[in-house]
């Protein structure tokens, strides 16, 4: 049974730096395209990165030159390093696992002025 684990969600002050993790169980993910989604209170669920398992990524317009998305294969591990964060990255951030059409439970991120 695959199971995914987000955590490292907080509260922090416009400008400041985040980092999220997404530990996986139950299979390896090294190989897998795994992405990031986050949900703003009354809206949409938004990609807003993905990762290849040859390491290639790709972002949303709305995080690109902010957020990081990497993987430490070894610990089976997603990351979001998330930095120069706006009031309009409050949301539930989720990790997913689109081959075994796998979601995270979340965790919520909110940015004060």
């Known amino acids: 049974q695959v199971k995914l684990v987000e955590s490292g969600g907080g509260l922090v002050q416009a400008g400041g730096s985040l980092t999220l993790s997404c530990a996986a169980s139950?299979?390896?993910?090294?190989?897998?395209?795994n992405n990031w989604f986050r949900q703003a209170p009354g809206g949409q669920r938004e990609r807003i990165a993905t990762?290849?398992?040859?390491?290639?990524?790709t972002y949303a317009a709305s995080v690109r030159g902010r957020f990081t998305i990497s993987k430490d294969n070894a610990k089976n591990t997603m990351y979001l390093q998330m930095d120069n964060l706006k009031l309009d990255d409050t949301a539930v951030y989720y990790c997913?696992?689109?081959?075994?059409?796998?979601w995270g439970q979340g965790t919520q991120v909110t940015v004060s002025s």
């Open positions: 997913d696992w689109p081959r075994f059409m796998y």
């Open positions: 139950g299979a390896s993910f090294s190989a897998d395209v």
């Open positions: 990762i290849r398992g040859d390491g290639y990524t």
